[in-house]
């Protein structure tokens, strides 16, 4: 989709179902926003008019490129996902322009590779401890793997970011952030929002959180300020960073942003993405003994290394497919500071644009089957052959995703490490329904049940023993 050289003002409205005046299409997307966008797409095109959100107007664009990368400038984050800055206050996933370039500059060198492959040992020692008290379980005790992922991947998070090893704290932290995101959740699309000096049940829970969330990290802070002897971790880079121009180190606010921006993206949509896999290599059997066969010629059995990680080139790939179908990041907007022209159409100053790579990662018009679980679309010509927006799980632009790096080597080292032990099978009958909130979560989890991996060494061990 391009921009062209005429004037905003004489291209035309985009087409959409009709909507109620301020509320627009929002009760009937409520109901069901995967089904609603994706129908939405399908009747009137590539730019759709929603109708009214309060006083803005709300678009849906399903090729974003335009909007994330070619005229970024003019797209600001939207006001409705700023709601997080309640979490975050002025971190970089909310911050704009030179305060935005700024944080950015500072904070890239943090999540390079070569910093994220430092993490590695740590990640691996993560995951064994987990499979560990999976050892215990037997094969017929049904296990949520999405609450074990979401508690996996936070494990890796507060570790590698504050080295937090206390139990206590991290069921804290664990249930703070449960009211929070309940709370975030609520408020995505709301047109009317009670400031959160109001008293209800909802407000007061949140600000609770958020004390003992602030509490924590602020604690961990100090200690660091008064501590020469650092842990290697994320936290310890970001206080290690400093402004090229201005020769400043972050303040204690900033630090404290950055660690909240850091946990509320680093771990939420790592775990949605895994126990979607796990499900969909649940019902494709034939995609999981490929991945077995990949395990089995690059690991054999060993716990992979950094070095193994560009072998396991299949491994990756189911998880690339697995978050086309269920991208964690499934939502997010923007809003034009000028009024603009998308796609042909007439975008208004100050509206509200949805960007869904769910809806765009389904589209007939890049993908043969779309609903169809097939890794193979993620071979190097595949991908190739695919124009750049056909597929941004980790966003694109300049705002693209800091965390990727960090996020697809936590999750290769999961799934390799997961899948060498265990085969998951679905409950048979568990109900799996997509939630789509702030990430794209299983509504009731999923109830999987674990099979040990039968290996040679398995198998002659107690001959070996006689
Ligand atoms: C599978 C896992 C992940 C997915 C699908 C994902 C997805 C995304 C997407 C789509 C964006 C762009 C949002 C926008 O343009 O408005 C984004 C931004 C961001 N992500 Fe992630 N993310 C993941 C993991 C992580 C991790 C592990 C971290 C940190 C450790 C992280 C930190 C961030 C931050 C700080 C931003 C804001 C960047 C900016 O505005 O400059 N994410 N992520």
């Not at 399903?62 to 984050?77: D, F, G």
């Not at 005790?141 to 206590?168: G, Y």
């Not at 939630?435 to 061990?461: C, K, N, W």
């Amino acid at each position: 989709m391009h921009k062209q050289s005429i004037s905003p003002r004489v291209s035309k409205a985009p087409p959409g179902p009709i909507g109620y005046p301020i509320i627009g299409n929002l009760p009937q997307m409520l109901r069901n926003p995967l089904q609603f966008l994706t129908n939405a797409v399908q009747e009137y095109g590539e730019v759709v008019h929603l109708g009214a959100m309060g006083p803005q107007q709300l678009y849906l664009v399903s090729h974003p490129e335009y909007i994330l990368q070619e005229n970024s400038r003019n797209y600001i984050k939207g006001e409705n996902f700023k709601s997080i800055k309640q979490v975050i206050g002025n971190g970089l996933a909310v911050a704009e322009g030179d305060s935005w370039r700024r944080e950015r500059r500072l904070m890239q060198p943090t999540f390079h590779r070569h910093r994220v492959g430092a993490l590695v040992t740590f990640m691996t020692k993560t995951i064994s401890q987990m499979l560990d008290t999976w050892s215990s379980i037997g094969s017929d005790k049904p296990l949520d793997v999405f609450t074990q992922m979401m508690q996996l991947a936070q494990n890796i998070l507060l570790k590698s970011l504050l080295s937090i090893d206390s139990e206590d704290e991290i069921s804290e932290m664990n249930q703070a952030w449960d009211t929070a995101y309940e709370y975030l959740s609520s408020q995505l699309w709301a047109v009317f929002k009670l400031p959160l000096w109001v008293p209800t049940p909802k407000n007061r829970a949140f600000v609770q959180a958020m004390g003992t969330l602030d509490r924590i990290v602020y604690r961990i802070i100090r200690s660091r300020r008064e501590n020469s002897n650092s842990p290697d971790d994320l936290l310890s880079m970001l206080m290690d960073t400093y402004d090229e121009e201005s020769g400043q180190g972050m303040s204690d606010k900033q630090l404290r942003d950055e660690i909240m921006t850091i946990f509320t993206g680093g771990f939420e949509t790592s775990a949605a993405v895994l126990a979607w896999t796990w499900y969909l290599l649940s019902l494709h059997p034939h995609v999981e003994s490929r991945l077995q066969d990949e395990l089995k010629s690059v690991l054999n059995g060993r716990t992979p290394t950094l070095e193994d990680l560009p072998k396991l080139k299949y491994t990756r790939m189911v998880l690339e497919e697995s978050m086309r179908l269920y991208p964690g990041a499934w939502v997010y907007t923007r809003t034009n500071l000028q009024a603009d022209e998308v796609g042909g159409y007439h975008i208004p100053a100050n509206s509200v644009i949805i960007i869904s790579p769910y809806v765009t990662h389904r589209l007939p018009a890049f993908w043969e089957n779309p609903e169809d679980f097939d890794p193979e679309g993620f071979t190097k010509e595949q991908a190739a052959a695919r124009p750049r927006y056909a597929y941004y799980p980790f966003g694109g632009g300049p705002h693209q995703c800091i965390g990727e790096i960090f996020a697809m080597t936590e999750m290769q080292l999961i799934v390799a490490m997961v899948a060498q032990k265990y085969r998951l099978h679905l409950v048979p009958g568990h109900p799996v329904e997509e939630e789509p909130m702030f990430t794209l979560r299983p509504r009731h989890g999923i109830l999987m049940t674990l099979e040990p991996q039968i290996s040679l060494g398995d198998v002659y061990a107690p001959d070996m023993q006689k």
